[in-house]
């Protein structure tokens, strides 16, 4: 008897699993599910469109993807198409790697106003995801403030200082590169609510603000560490190493080129302020505590502006009858189990933290479990789930149709561009009605 195994998500908490599953479960069969036409997750619509190296992990996956035991079944909604309930009365497994796809609100007022924005949503708008293509962020602004000093705060920030030429490069959405090459934006802040030792991005990341084509980074030097303070934290991380690279910066004057990018510490939002448009954001200046978080020192500033991104983090769906942590807002388990026959893995599992590699062992860990469960054989497992999807006229797209999406997406990319991503899925369905 042979172990079937549904798992919820194709990026990479899903594939990772995927690829632990055929390994240590023998003959194993294993369904990977995604409600759009597209695998990958985060690696298609979350890595910034400027960091294809990072992106070629899709390449392992797709030795997963066409593994004999393994098949991807795109354009599949769980909750609409097929309930959890459904997947376990026929999977001996279900695994939810679903991700963490919604923003954390900063909890101020005014960041309801038009022109401000959640990470999550604007990288899904730039990156071509089909739920946000119709986001339209007016970019139409001289000034933009980026809220957060994690990666994500840094991929948004890069992204808009870019000019038209490098953005035509990436596979942004065509519709963005358009609005990013056409935002007459020539300051853009990025807010720090702690210090620099403190900040959650990497030097990598950091490094590239020097390599800009027509922006130039901004640090007051300042409020750097001194060098003693930095030794004692190198042994933490990327934060010593950020330094340097923020050292580099704090030498710029400002006139070197026509976008400026400042990278502030130590500022938290407070308000943000507007009609019905945001015209500036409210700043109260903080300070750090021993305990390291920080604290508002009653001193404010506003800085004018028409957009705002909000990049503080993201937390992932409540599904129904899986068992929720309301705070951390993710699945409650242990080592990636839920319970027995139901699993976690990915952001879904631990939060949106880490590289894309970090969903590596949180894969190997669901595996471990599920090599565990003597196999039901009252369960139908992919045949099961096939009669369900047939019967509710479900149009499934499979990985080799994937791959014909993914080849017209190819061949209509330009300047340089390794794709031009559709950005309904009524586009890609229609490639594969032409045959
Ligand atoms: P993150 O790394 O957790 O950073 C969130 C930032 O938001 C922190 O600086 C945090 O400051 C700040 N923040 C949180 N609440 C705030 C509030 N109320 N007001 C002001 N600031 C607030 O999250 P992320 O940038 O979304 O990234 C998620 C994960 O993906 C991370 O592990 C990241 O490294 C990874 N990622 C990696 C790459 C890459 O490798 N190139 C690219 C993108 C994302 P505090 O520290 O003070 O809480």
Redesign the pocket.
Known sequence: MVASIAIVGSGPGGFYAAAALVKQVPDCRVDVIDRLPTPYGLIRAGI?PD?QS?KKIAKTFERTATHENVRFLGHVEVGKDVSISELREHYDAVVLATGAPED?T?GIPGEDLTGVFG?AEFVAWYNAHPDKNDLAPDLGTHAAVV???????L?VARLLAKTETEVRATDMAHYAADAISEAPINDIYIF???GPL???F?HK?ISEFGELENAVTLVDGSILPSEDEQLIEKGRGSQGKNIKFLREYAKNKGDEKPVRIHMRFYA??VEVQGDDFVKSIRMERTELKEDGS?VGIGEFFDVPCNLVVS????WGNKIEDVPYDEKRRLFVNSEGEIEPGLYASGWAKRG????VATNHPDGVAVAKHIAELTPDPAKAGPTGLDGLLAERGVRVVSFEDWKKIEAAEEESASHGAPRRKFTEIEEMLAVLDKG
């Open positions: 910034a960091h990072s954390w900063l990470s809220i957060g000093a994690g990666n994500v705060a991929d720090a609510r702690r403190q900040a959650a990497t990341e938290r939002p920080c990049c503080i983090g993201t949106p933290t880490g590289t």
